[in-house]
């Protein structure tokens, strides 16, 4: 990311940073597993972790390189307590259902400490309470509602007052025993294990085709196979979607903002309120007995918002750390994306009503670290052959009409805007002499509507602007350099290329002319 807005910190997550793990080979050639995962972030890693302790030969694709997409730019909250989840699970899923996802979730809080303390893995792993709060006094009822929600599903919860932020609070709800880690430590140490059980880890491996079977089969951009008997999607948006989840998962950008904390105003928990674009606090392990303070919010739908917007959202938000943690030295700042679903709850299982042999995992709305382990539970045990007792909750192929038709005709509303509205005639940019050095428009050049960024040199790159998912036009993300689509999260950059899925191909590569150089 560019650093535009003058706060002073660079760009990039500090979890790239601080541990950077070793390079690992494309595939060369096609190969046989009895599995194969496809996704190398935390959901997919855990998958084939759980599969290849299980005895199973296992292979994983990764378009980029493991732990490095969503799961290297999160916030890295281990926690059961998802903003004010329980009290909208219990209204739309009813009680039982709340209770196991309380159970199933804490559960993976827990898998990550076993785990860590069988494998020796040092991740900055403490156990600390987790807060949703609120400053707003005429809000506490709801917060009070939360509170016994998540206590009647089986966590230990309590409505508080008392909360150890340096700034008033008018009320919260608190879970003990909830964990911080540091994300790729763990996940590389998860690999490395994988790797002496026997799996394979494929990075720079972009998957492109998908022929369900018996064996399966996957298909990468450079034309090797892998067949294998079961097949998961752990691409975050999927990247084949035959239940048409996409009507059902709404993508939103997040930025991170990070800096040393002196260590004795370290409020000791993890927090969140969902409650001006949504502010949310940790602090991990850093020098020379400092904290590092990360701060996320200022959420949006990535490709909706105008020319320097994003960076002023990150002012926004390094204002916010600052007014409330005297004294922090903010150094870093990054961006995240997750995917959230129409009901609250994540798809996990079956890829599609007549899948017997391909999974996926998606829809974990903030929350990737214990849904993703929790994922990968879920799944190795049904391609097992068993049947946990929250299956059918997570399953994707659940529907419930009347309950979620608002959200998802809203959704849909939103796509057909962006589909629709985005090609009226009088678009972003009337000329590419409008483009700024560093800045991008969307432009039309001899009929075509092309995707155009003018580099600090003053070189223009152009490509289409019609995103290769779905068709929608996309849109410039100024500070972060990159192509958006604002129907379904897919990001490119300047060239073409894919960074963020559900689009597997790459935006065409196009001269000023109009004419076709590459696809």
Same mark, same amino acid.
């Given at each position: 990311?560019?650093?535009?807005?003058?706060?002073?910190?660079?760009?990039?997550?500090?979890?790239?940073?601080?541990?950077?793990?070793?390079?690992?080979?494309?595939?060369?050639?096609?190969?046989?597993?009895?599995?194969?995962?496809?996704?190398?972030?935390?959901?997919?890693?855990?998958?084939?972790?759980?599969?290849? %302790? *299980?005895?199973?030969?296992?292979?994983?694709?990764?378009?980029?390189?493991?732990?490095?997409?969503?799961?290297?730019?999160?916030?890295?909250?281990?926690?059961?307590?998802?903003?004010?989840?329980?009290?909208?699970?219990?209204?739309?899923?009813?009680?039982?259902? *709340?209770?196991?996802?309380?159970?199933?979730?804490?559960?993976?809080?827990? @898998?990550? *400490?076993?785990?860590?303390?069988?494998?020796?893995?040092?991740?900055?792993?403490?156990?600390?309470?987790?807060?949703?709060?609120?400053?707003?006094?005429?809000?506490?009822?709801?917060? %009070?509602?939360?509170?016994?929600?998540?206590?009647?599903?089986?966590?230990? #919860?309590?409505?508080?007052?008392?909360?150890?932020?340096?700034?008033?609070?008018?009320?919260?709800?608190?879970?003990?025993?909830?964990?911080?880690?540091?994300?790729?430590?763990?996940?590389?140490?998860?690999?490395?294990?994988?790797?002496?059980?026997?799996?394979?880890?494929?990075?720079?491996?972009?998957?492109?085709?998908?022929?369900?079977?018996?064996?399966?089969?996957?298909?990468?951009? #450079?034309?090797?196979?892998?067949?294998?008997?079961?097949?998961?999607? #752990?691409?975050?948006?999927?990247?084949?979607?035959?239940?048409?989840?996409?009507?059902?998962?709404?993508?939103?950008?997040?930025?991170?903002?990070?800096?040393?904390?002196?260590?004795?105003?370290?409020?000791?928990?993890?927090?969140?309120?969902?409650?001006?674009?949504?502010?949310?606090?940790?602090?991990?392990?850093?020098?020379?007995?400092?904290?590092?303070?990360?701060?996320?919010?200022?959420?949006?739908?990535?490709?909706?918002?105008?020319?320097?917007?994003?960076?002023?959202?990150?002012?926004?938000?390094?204002?916010?750390?600052?007014? @409330?943690?005297?004294?922090?030295?903010?150094?870093?700042?990054?961006?995240?994306?997750?995917?959230?679903?129409?009901?609250?709850?994540?798809?996990?299982?079956?890829?599609?009503?007549?899948?017997?042999?391909?999974?996926?995992?998606?829809?974990?709305?903030?929350?990737?670290?214990?849904?993703?382990?929790?994922?990968?539970?879920?799944?190795?045990?049904?391609?097992?052959? %068993?049947?946990?007792?929250?299956?059918?909750?997570?399953?994707?192929?659940?529907?419930?009409?009347?309950?979620?038709?608002?959200?998802?005709?809203?959704?849909?509303?939103?796509?057909?805007?962006?589909?629709?509205?985005?090609?009226?005639?009088? #678009?972003?940019?009337?000329?590419?002499?409008?483009?700024?050095?560093?800045?991008?428009?969307?432009? %039309?050049?001899?009929?075509?509507?092309?995707?155009?960024?003018?580099?600090?040199?003053?070189?223009?790159?152009?490509?289409?602007?019609?995103?290769?998912?779905?068709?929608?036009?996309?849109?410039?993300?100024?500070?972060?350099?990159?192509?958006?689509?604002?129907?379904?999260?897919? @990001?490119?950059?300047?060239?073409?290329?894919?960074?963020?899925?559900?689009?597997?191909?790459?935006?065409?590569?196009?001269?000023?002319?109009?004419?076709?150089?590459?696809?």
């Amino acid at each position: 990311m560019t650093n535009q807005s003058g706060s002073g910190s660079r760009s990039g997550s500090l979890w790239m940073e601080y541990a950077p793990g070793p390079d690992r080979p494309a595939l060369g050639e096609s190969v046989e597993a009895e599995v194969a995962v496809v996704g190398g972030g935390v959901a997919g890693l855990c998958t084939a972790w759980e599969m290849a %302790r *299980a005895g199973h030969r296992v292979v994983l694709l990764e378009a980029d390189r493991i732990a490095s997409g969503v799961t290297g730019h999160t916030t890295a909250k281990l926690s059961s307590l998802h903003g004010l989840a329980y009290a909208q699970i219990r209204s739309v899923h009813g009680a039982r259902a *709340a209770r196991l996802y309380a159970h199933s979730q804490q559960l993976a809080v827990e @898998r990550v *400490a076993e785990v860590s303390e069988e494998l020796g893995v040092d991740c900055d792993l403490e156990r600390v309470p987790a807060y949703t709060y609120t400053e707003d006094p005429g809000r506490t009822d709801e917060f %009070r509602e939360e509170a016994e929600a998540a206590r009647a599903a089986g966590l230990a #919860a309590s409505y508080v007052t008392d909360v150890p932020l340096p700034f008033p609070v008018a009320g919260a709800v608190r879970v003990e025993d909830q964990a911080q880690f540091h994300p790729r430590k763990y996940l590389l140490a998860l690999a490395a294990d994988l790797e002496v059980l026997g799996g394979r880890i494929f990075e720079r491996t972009r998957v492109t085709g998908l022929k369900e079977g018996t064996p399966c089969e996957v298909t990468t951009s #450079a034309g090797h196979t892998v067949r294998a008997r079961d097949v998961v999607i #752990a691409t975050h948006y999927p990247v084949f979607d035959r239940a048409l989840l996409f009507t059902r998962l709404e993508p939103k950008r997040e930025l991170v903002v990070a800096g040393a904390l002196p260590a004795g105003r370290d409020p000791g928990g993890v927090f969140l309120t969902p409650e001006g674009g949504t502010r949310s606090v940790r602090t991990a392990p850093y020098t020379d007995g400092q904290r590092l303070l990360i701060v996320t919010g200022e959420k949006f739908t990535p490709g909706t918002v105008d020319e320097g917007e994003v960076g002023a959202r990150y002012e926004r938000l390094a204002s916010w750390a600052r007014e @409330r943690f005297p004294g922090v030295r903010l150094s870093h700042r990054w961006a995240t994306q997750d995917n959230h679903t129409t009901d609250r709850v994540p798809y996990v299982g079956r890829l599609h009503p007549g899948s017997r042999h391909t999974y996926v995992a998606t829809g974990f709305a903030g929350w990737g670290m214990s849904n993703g382990v929790m994922a990968g539970a879920l799944l190795a045990a049904r391609m097992r052959g %068993r049947e946990p007792a929250w299956t059918s909750l997570y399953d994707p192929v659940r529907l419930h009409p009347v309950r979620e038709a608002p959200a998802i005709l809203r959704l849909q509303a939103q796509v057909a805007k962006h589909f629709i509205g985005d090609r009226v005639p009088g #678009a972003h940019a009337d000329s590419v002499d409008d483009i700024a050095p560093g800045g991008g428009a969307v432009v %039309r050049v001899a009929g075509r509507r092309l995707a155009v960024h003018r580099d600090a040199s003053g070189a223009l790159h152009a490509v289409s602007a019609r995103c290769t998912h779905m068709g929608c036009i996309v849109h410039f993300n100024d500070e972060e350099c990159a192509w958006e689509c604002p129907c379904h999260g897919s @990001r490119f950059d300047v060239d073409g290329k894919v960074t963020q899925g559900p689009a597997v191909r790459p935006l065409e590569q196009v001269d000023m002319d109009g004419t076709e150089e590459n696809s």
